[in-house]
């Protein structure tokens, strides 16, 4: 066997960050490298990451969020260029991008349809000019079913969307809805990739916690969410789904517990066939990014609750920036198992992949 190829960090003598780890292939190494100190190429050349928490504005949503008094920073100022700009600065060739809350649920019905389909046009446009640089997760028109199956027909079939992106409520409603059972169904039957956005409930505005309600909502919609489609039955039912959580699962790992003793002890989940590890399976076969949670505590308990084939690098883009999730996560694991955050898990969930 041929020795390793030796590659010389300006910045560090680290051995380490001279020897490229076996199983890492080029793009990882040029990624450890990044994390063990020395400056990220200024450019797509030698990024390997797959950010699959990455915000855009497609101008047709924005129009219909200025319409209705909803827009703000920096949701109105983005553009395709600061996409590519942090994405550079941060080692990642390819961001899954999504439009973030409200989507267009504050819409009827056909405007909403209209406003996704535009949106998703404009995604797949936008991947197409950049190529290798953006994958689309599609934006549905929720919680209207009827407009939520075309378009995950149109965007899946015709666009060739990489998954689509679901809020993880709408009106109160949360994924395991029955009112939400045939896009479930859907999905399940095309095997899709489902990424989840929280969103803020309109149960839990102007709490007098003293903190935005976002700081604390988002987090807790998500395991509302997860729960939902657990005990609903929907998460075995549909288990071809292939769903991803942001921000880590938002609070379920601290509830795993009292999931798996008091939950599951109640007559009707024990008559549906709940037992003592059943949410620990369901909670297993989810993926969970690691957007605003590049961190050792909410890593440490994710880590804990789920293999490491199950973490996905998600940043949260423009509201954290890339770097930032990049620096977290180097003080947490080691280069193989960043490489499998960064790009591997990804590319396993998805393997069209762009780059
Ligand atoms: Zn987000």
Redesign the pocket.
């Known amino acids: 066997m041929s020795p390793a190829p030796a590659y010389r960090c300006a910045c560090t003598a680290s051995p380490l960050a001279q020897t490229q780890p076996p199983g890492l292939g080029r793009r990882g190494f040029l990624g450890a490298l990044a994390l063990a100190g020395c400056a990220t190429p200024p450019s797509a050349e030698g990024a390997w990451r797959v950010d699959v ?1 990455h ?1 855009i504005s497609p101008p047709a949503w924005v129009a219909a969020l200025k319409k209705s008094k909803l827009d703000s920073p920096p949701v109105n100022d983005w553009t395709p260029q600061r996409s590519l700009d942090d994405m550079d600065r941060a080692g990642v060739r390819t961001a899954l991008t ?1 439009p ?2 409200p989507a267009v649920g504050f819409l009827p019905a056909a405007e909403a349809a209209a406003v996704a389909r535009a949106a998703n046009e404009y995604a797949r446009s936008l991947a197409q000019r950049h190529p290798g640089r953006f994958g689309c997760f599609a934006l549905l028109p929720m919680p209207h079913v009827d407009a939520t199956l075309a378009e995950i027909g149109y965007a899946l079939d015709v666009l060739k969307c990489d998954g689509v992106a679901l809020m993880t409520s709408y009106d109160g409603k949360f994924l395991g809805d029955p009112a939400f059972a045939p896009v479930m169904d859907e999905l399940h039957r095309r095997k899709a990739t489902a990424y989840t ?2 969103n803020e409930p309109a149960c839990c505005r102007n709490l007098s916690t003293g903190v935005p309600s976002v700081i604390i909502e ?1 987090g807790t919609d998500t395991t509302r969410s997860i729960a939902s489609l657990i005990f609903s039955g929907t998460a075995s039912r549909c288990r071809d789904i292939q769903f991803i959580f ?2 880590a699962g938002g609070t379920v790992t601290a509830l795993t517990e009292r999931f798996n003793t008091q939950a599951v002890a109640l007559p009707q989940f024990k008559a549906a066939g709940f037992g003592a590890d059943s949410v620990n399976a369901a909670l297993r076969q989810f993926h969970y990014d690691t ?2 949670t590049a961190n050792p505590i909410a890593m440490g308990a994710l880590r804990a609750m789920v293999p490491l084939s199950q973490i996905v690098f ?1 940043t ?1 883009y423009p ?1 954290r920036s890339a770097l930032e999730h990049v620096r977290g996560l180097a003080s947490i694991f080691s280069p193989a198992e960043l490489a499998q955050i960064g790009r591997g898990n990804a590319q396993r969930l998805m393997p069209g992949l762009p780059g």
């Open positions: 928490h915000h999504s973030t809350l956005h929280p988002y942001s921000h957007a605003q998600g949260d509201y």
